[in-house]
């Protein structure tokens, strides 16, 4: 068990430019979260995947930013021309749902920042 | 929906002393709450968490937490802190029907002095 990893760590692109993020979650967690934290501020919650199925997307998900994942496994977030108010760390988490009670535990990346020029 | 406030954005406090880090929420259901810490240059880790039952949680690392439903907060404590406690701590809340999503405060930093 090696985590939850994010590739990359940092990541500095020019306004308008698309960019992906990239994040490997613990091996046999079935669900997956994305996150975007600005300086100052807690986590906020942007997607949540079960399997490969996205349920949930949070309002502040435009239509530029675009997340999958596609066999269960890892998950790509993506976003298109790229605005310096999208300039944040993007984090990811995942968890096990086990059926019992209870919340899942989120075990956390050490997330992406993003600099946008 | 549910929200946190983290009043305190930064705590200073001398090693060995004792530190409280205040968290209040809002919600109109139930809720389960957290404490999530987040070591410099490192992802957030779940320090403790209040499900139902005693309203006094604890961690392995001499942190605790009191859900006090009346006053609608979920205090952090700690009664002699050391210099490797230097972090930010995050307080969330979530609902407690099926899947929830985790709402997180603002975060307070503590910063230990030697």
């Known amino acids: 068990d090696t985590g939850v990893s994010q590739d990359p760590r940092h990541k500095i692109t020019k306004r308008g430019q698309n960019v992906t993020f990239r994040c490997d979650p613990i091996?046999?967690?079935?669900?997956l979260y994305w996150y975007r934290q600005t300086l100052g501020q807690g986590p906020e919650f942007l997607t949540y995947?079960?399997?490969?199925?996205?349920?949930?997307k949070s309002r502040l998900l435009s239509d530029r930013f675009s997340a999958e994942r596609p066999k269960g496994s890892f998950s790509t977030l993506e976003i298109q021309r790229t605005e310096q108010g999208d300039s944040a760390m993007y984090l990811c988490?995942?968890?096990?749902?086990?059926?019992?009670?209870?919340?899942?535990?989120?075990?956390f990346g050490p997330g992406t920042r993003l600099t946008v020029l | 929906a549910q929200s946190v406030t983290q009043l305190d954005s930064q705590v200073p406090v001398f090693e060995e002393a004792p530190v409280e880090l205040r968290c209040n929420y809002s919600?109109?259901?139930?809720?389960?709450l957290f404490w999530y810490v987040q070591y410099p240059n490192q992802g957030l880790q779940l320090l403790l968490k209040?499900?139902?039952?005693?309203?006094l949680v604890e961690s392995i690392n001499g942190f605790e937490a009191e859900f006090n439903k009346s006053q609608t907060s979920f205090h952090l404590r700690k009664p002699s802190v050391h210099i490797s406690d230097t972090a930010e701590y995050f307080c969330?809340?979530?609902?407690?029907?099926?899947?929830?999503?985790?709402?997180f405060g603002t975060g307070t930093k503590l910063q230990v002095i030697p």
């Open positions: 091996s046999e967690h079935n669900r």
């Open positions: 969330a809340v979530s609902g407690t029907g099926g899947y929830q999503k985790v709402t």
């Open positions: 919600s109109s259901v139930s809720v389960y």
């Open positions: 209040y499900l139902s039952g005693s309203t």
């Open positions: 995947f079960q399997n490969e199925a996205q349920l949930e």
């Open positions: 988490a995942s968890s096990l749902s086990s059926g019992r009670f209870g919340p899942d535990t989120q075990y």
